[in-house]
């Protein structure tokens, strides 16, 4: 089977349902603080990272054992490959949003990418589905970009921005950011999850958005690919799509927009 082949509606409804079971058996902040260790990807790893990986990759295994082969890169695991591996590459973050998550704030998703190659121009199918407004976005590449079934574009490009979602907002990174953008964004919006912001900016509910800090390619290898299909235009810093790529290990600015006018506005501080 090949892996783009496979029932991916599918595929996604149960892992979020079963992540759903988990959130709503984990209720309040002392039961969502509980660590275990050090993920993959750097962070400490909160026990329901875990489940709600161990989730996924039970969706993962049953690809492989009917017939897929491909690599898995995970926030917490790390690379794994399936059916001895191969170019095709599946790219998830469990929670997107963890800080969230923990502290019971509704603003935290599922990404999941999958690509045919190592580079973000590889990627041929991102969802993003948001816990907290319930909503899941969804691309695949040349085939637009919908919310929950339905359509989505960005709205209109300009270089003077109503709204711009920040992401990786720490104070001192973000005063400097405020001095820079003063007269171009009337208003700046943090959500705490990267894939949410993205795609708000694909559905045209921000101008634009940018984080503060590198990002990885679990927090947006699927929201860029939405931002895309909906029309936006998306910038790793100076680096081509086919140049940005998939592995745990790289970091790399972000910044994403309606249009190139309000891509170079923000692109000022990204």
Request: hydrophobic share 45%; net charge negative; aromatic share 6%.
């Amino acid at each position: 089977m090949e892996l783009l082949d496979a029932d991916w509606p599918g595929v996604l409804g149960r892992i979020v349902a079963a992540q759903e079971r988990i959130f709503a058996a984990t209720r309040g902040r002392e039961a969502r603080t509980v660590y275990e260790g050090v993920g993959e990807g750097g962070d400490r790893t909160l026990a329901i990272d875990r489940e709600c990986e161990d989730v996924v990759f039970a969706e993962l295994e049953a690809l492989a054992a009917a017939g897929a082969s491909f690599l898995a890169i995970s926030e917490e695991r790390g690379e794994v490959s399936f059916g001895g591996g191969g170019p095709a590459q599946v790219v998830i973050d469990p929670i997107d949003g963890s800080l969230n998550a923990r502290r019971t704030l509704p603003a935290h998703s599922l990404s999941l990418a999958v690509a045919s190659g190592p580079t973000m121009a590889d990627v041929e199918l991102g969802y993003v589905h948001d816990f907290g407004a319930g909503e899941s976005f969804l691309a695949r590449r040349g085939e637009g970009a919908t919310l929950d079934g339905e359509p989505i574009e960005v709205g209109e490009d300009g270089e003077r921005l109503e709204i711009l979602g920040v992401e990786a907002a720490e104070p001192d990174g973000l005063l400097p950011v405020a001095r820079e953008l003063a007269g171009s964004v009337y208003r700046l919006r943090v959500v705490g999850s990267l894939a949410i912001t993205a795609c708000y900016v694909a559905a045209g509910r921000f101008d634009a958005m940018t984080g503060l800090r590198p990002c990885r390619s679990v927090d947006v290898a699927a929201a860029q690919l939405i931002v895309r299909e909906a029309g936006g235009a998306l910038a790793f810093g100076d680096r081509p799509l086919d140049a940005v790529g998939l592995s745990l290990e790289t970091r790399y600015p972000i910044a994403a927009a309606a249009g190139e006018r309000g891509l170079a506005t923000v692109s000022r501080i990204a």
